[in-house]
């Protein structure tokens, strides 16, 4: 019941205070504008990840979530935690506001993962895969934290491209983990997910197709690292609870980032360049429409994260069933949207423009 409470009170926070956010955004000129990369053609406000970082605050204070700790791990992880997001949400809204360059992000990333090993004792250790021996990280744990870390992170910021589609897959994420974690009896773990699953959702009323508002670095940041250690604080006390399931029930953003960064590699560019090479571009250049587009990868992250909960409450064997089953219904839908392509599919308003420039060529060629 405690977490029913939890979720519905940060959902309401969360709804209430996002079209306050939205006046801050507009009053400190935190907007989006449209460019031939993006998909909407309006100015909208950002910043909206200020909503689901409040709800939580205020969430984490009412239900007095700290008190759940059941050891001095998960006490250090709170306040490394707290200080590590903190940098992590005002660099978020300083881009969100100024448009900071790549290299301070990623810095603050690493800082705030480093913040996490080292002021927090929050590491990886040990590796447990299925059916076989322990693997004991020793000191290269620490460097498997920091990049899970920052890679996690980074993941829920670049597949941020569609309305609704970050919140959403983090929603998903966050009630995965509240259910696990619940199971295994991780209060804490369980309410903290709880507070982030209903700031979330009350968010995504605003943020879902159209949008009213985005969240901007400052959610997409915020999540991405929540999500990352989160992910991993319940199950680096389990023993029989593999690191293989973080993996699985994060397999969207996941592999979309490696396949961002390999494509972009392959056509000589930075793998920090921005294109039109996402999944969810490539569902809606096969023309599926925005909120289907945003549905199938709900609906896939959904079949990911059943399956970890599967293959931890329920069986090994059929959650490996139900994990090769999940990735031939990913391959299907992926080799049917072309995303596989190494250059980026143009996207409508890209070949408009393109048709106009070859048309305003062709007629200056004509006149002389």
Same mark, same amino acid.
């Given at each position: 019941m405690i977490y029913l409470l939890i979720i519905s009170l940060c959902f309401i926070i969360a709804c209430l205070i996002t079209p306050y956010v939205m006046k801050l955004a507009y009053f400190t000129n935190a907007v989006d504008q449209p460019n031939k990369r993006k998909v909407h053609s309006r100015i909208i406000p950002r910043m909206g990840g200020l909503a689901i970082y409040v709800a939580f605050l205020l969430g984490y204070m009412i239900f007095k979530v700290k008190g759940y700790a059941i050891d001095q791990d998960e006490i250090a992880f709170i306040d490394a935690y707290f200080i590590a997001s903190f940098l992590i949400v005002a660099t978020g809204m300083l881009d969100d506001m100024f448009e900071l360059p790549a290299k301070p992000k990623a810095l603050v990333q690493l800082v705030a993962a480093l913040i996490m090993v080292l002021y927090g004792n929050f590491m990886i250790d040990k590796i447990y895969l299925p059916f076989l021996p322990v693997i004991d990280l020793g000191w290269i744990g620490g460097i498997v934290t920091v990049i899970w870390i920052v890679g996690i992170t980074n993941s829920i910021n670049l597949i941020d491209g569609l309305d609704g589609l970050s919140s959403g897959i983090s929603a998903i994420s966050f009630g995965t983990m509240?259910?696990?974690?619940?199971?295994?009896?991780?209060?804490?773990?369980?309410?903290? &997910?709880? @507070?982030? %699953?209903?700031?979330t959702l009350g968010f995504l009323i605003h943020n879902f197709h159209p949008a009213k508002i985005f969240m901007g670095d400052t959610g997409s940041l915020f999540l991405g690292f929540s999500v990352s250690v989160l992910s991993l604080l319940g199950y680096k006390n389990a023993a029989f609870v593999s690191f293989i399931i973080p993996i699985v029930m994060l397999s969207v953003p996941i592999f979309d980032t490696i396949w961002a960064i390999i494509r972009?590699?392959?056509?000589?560019?930075?793998?920090?360049?921005?294109?039109?090479?996402?999944?969810?571009?490539?569902?809606?250049?096969?023309?599926?429409?925005?909120?289907? &587009?945003? @549905?199938? %990868?709900?609906?896939i992250a959904a079949l990911f994260s059943f399956t970890a909960i599967l293959y931890t409450m329920s069986s090994k064997f059929y959650g490996l069933v139900m994990l090769v089953i999940a990735i031939l219904v990913v391959e299907l839908v992926f080799n049917t949207t072309g995303l596989f392509r190494t250059k980026p599919k143009k996207g409508k308003k890209e070949q408009v423009q393109e048709q106009k420039e070859d048309d305003i060529s062709m007629g200056e060629i004509s006149e002389k």
């Amino acid at each position: 019941m405690i977490y029913l409470l939890i979720i519905s009170l940060c959902f309401i926070i969360a709804c209430l205070i996002t079209p306050y956010v939205m006046k801050l955004a507009y009053f400190t000129n935190a907007v989006d504008q449209p460019n031939k990369r993006k998909v909407h053609s309006r100015i909208i406000p950002r910043m909206g990840g200020l909503a689901i970082y409040v709800a939580f605050l205020l969430g984490y204070m009412i239900f007095k979530v700290k008190g759940y700790a059941i050891d001095q791990d998960e006490i250090a992880f709170i306040d490394a935690y707290f200080i590590a997001s903190f940098l992590i949400v005002a660099t978020g809204m300083l881009d969100d506001m100024f448009e900071l360059p790549a290299k301070p992000k990623a810095l603050v990333q690493l800082v705030a993962a480093l913040i996490m090993v080292l002021y927090g004792n929050f590491m990886i250790d040990k590796i447990y895969l299925p059916f076989l021996p322990v693997i004991d990280l020793g000191w290269i744990g620490g460097i498997v934290t920091v990049i899970w870390i920052v890679g996690i992170t980074n993941s829920i910021n670049l597949i941020d491209g569609l309305d609704g589609l970050s919140s959403g897959i983090s929603a998903i994420s966050f009630g995965t983990m509240a259910i696990l974690a619940a199971y295994q009896g991780e209060a804490f773990v369980a309410m903290m &997910s709880c @507070l982030l %699953l209903g700031s979330t959702l009350g968010f995504l009323i605003h943020n879902f197709h159209p949008a009213k508002i985005f969240m901007g670095d400052t959610g997409s940041l915020f999540l991405g690292f929540s999500v990352s250690v989160l992910s991993l604080l319940g199950y680096k006390n389990a023993a029989f609870v593999s690191f293989i399931i973080p993996i699985v029930m994060l397999s969207v953003p996941i592999f979309d980032t490696i396949w961002a960064i390999i494509r972009r590699i392959l056509n000589g560019q930075s793998p920090f360049k921005p294109d039109r090479g996402h999944v969810h571009h490539q569902l809606l250049d096969r023309n599926l429409g925005h909120v289907k &587009s945003v @549905l199938v %990868l709900y609906g896939i992250a959904a079949l990911f994260s059943f399956t970890a909960i599967l293959y931890t409450m329920s069986s090994k064997f059929y959650g490996l069933v139900m994990l090769v089953i999940a990735i031939l219904v990913v391959e299907l839908v992926f080799n049917t949207t072309g995303l596989f392509r190494t250059k980026p599919k143009k996207g409508k308003k890209e070949q408009v423009q393109e048709q106009k420039e070859d048309d305003i060529s062709m007629g200056e060629i004509s006149e002389k």
